[in-house]
């Protein structure tokens, strides 16, 4: 099974449902969530990495800034998904920062002595936690290379397959990603214009090799992309 497969599999797992404190016996009576609004932070860089964090609703951006003050985004999590991990692997500061997309987000923080204690009582938790840790590691490798040696309509299309991997519903030998990114968003995530996406997913759409609205995208076949 190859990388990209073993990445579909683990990210199916809703780890809100799996981790958040509410849900863990002992540990909901002294639990609160944590509400934001669209454009709020959750953490900014250099701040304490003494959580982690798990999200109940709404989107997460995850990014940086480069020296000239420009922004880098590096990822954008949904419901069920877990941000904030590196400080399992014993980052201090924060390096990145973590923004609220959406009104009404909601999320689950868990501090890192609670997180270290529910791994240690169970491996195998335990283990997919840290694979998903190496499997973002690698992600964010790949998707550097691609910045630097291939062209945008190549970045669109690693996008969309990666995006397929972890996200995509198997129909038959379609495809169906359920679309929570905008043209901005690709855009950001593979360093390339809003027009340039727009221009590109609209040729795919017309050699009929995607199908895609404003909540779902849908791949003919991943193999032929």
């Given amino acids: 099974m190859n990388e990209r ?11 809100y449902e799996v981790l958040c404190p509410h849900k863990v016996a002992g540990m909901k009576d002294n ?27 709404g989107r997460i951006k995850i990014g940086g800034y480069t020296e000239d003050g420009r922004e880098n985004i590096k990822t954008i999590l949904s419901k069920g998904e877990m941000f904030g991990e590196l400080a399992l692997v014993g980052e201090e ?3 990145d920062f973590a923004l609220a997309m959406d009104n009404e987000t909601r999320v689950c923080p868990m501090s890192i002595d609670d997180m270290q204690m529910l791994m ?12 998903l840790i190496g499997f973002r590691i690698k992600k964010l ?4 290379e ?7 309509k190549s970045r669109i299309i690693d996008f969309l397959k990666d995006l397929a991997y972890e996200k995509g519903k198997k129909v038959g030998f379609e495809t169906l990603i359920k679309n929570n990114f905008t043209h901005q968003d690709i ?5 390339t214009s809003r027009q340039t996406v727009t221009t590109i997913l609209n040729e795919l759409k017309e050699q009929n090799v ?10 003919r076949d991943l193999k032929s992309l």
């Avoid at 240690?120 to 997919?128: D, F």
């Avoid at 490798?141 to 550097?144: D, G, K, L, P, V």
């Avoid at 855009?187 to 360093?191: C, E, P």
Wanted: net charge neutral; aromatic share 16%; charged share 35%.
């Fill in 5 to 15: 497969s073993n990445l579909w599999f683990f990210e199916d797992v809703d780890l």
């Fill in 93 to 95: 500061k924060r390096s």
């Fill in 187 to 191: 855009a950001n995530l593979t360093g």
């Fill in 141 to 144: 490798e790949r998707r550097i």
């Fill in 146 to 152: 691609s910045l630097v040696f291939k062209d945008a």
């Fill in 210 to 219: 995607i199908n895609f609205d404003r909540r779902r995208i849908l791949i």
């Fill in 31 to 57: 639990h609160t969530f944590v509400d934001f609004k669209k454009d709020e932070f959750i953490y900014f860089p250099d701040q304490p990495s003494d959580h982690v964090y798990l999200i109940a609703d």
């Fill in 120 to 131: 240690a009582e169970n491996k195998p938790l335990s283990l997919k936690i840290f694979k």
